[in-house]
């Protein structure tokens, strides 16, 4: 039997925005942040989460599965409602 998904279900919205622009806006499955712990992930229906986010590469695997990385100099990550705010220092 074939399994079936509807990617809406497994996607969340993720912005990813600078002073000067927005990077990135899209639906997104994955999620990778750099911590000030080191690397962490955040999937569709995680519990809602503020953080500082340090010097790094942020990872966003889209819903059709392409992966984009995008450089920040630090900043600071929301999620609330299947929706990430990354809020970054360029």
Request: charged share 25%; proline share 3%; hydrophobic share 40%.
């Amino acid at each position: 039997m074939l399994e079936t998904r509807n990617l809406k279900l497994e996607t969340m919205i993720v912005e990813i925005v600078t002073p000067d622009e927005k990077i990135f806006e899209g639906e997104a499955r994955h999620v990778q942040l750099p911590g000030r712990e080191g690397l962490f992930g955040i999937l569709n229906n995680h519990a809602p989460i503020i953080s500082t986010l340090v010097k790094g590469r942020v990872k966003v695997e889209a819903a059709n599965g392409d992966i984009q990385y995008f450089e920040i100099g630090g900043g600071v990550v929301e999620m609330n409602n299947n929706k990430v705010i990354v809020l970054a220092e360029k």
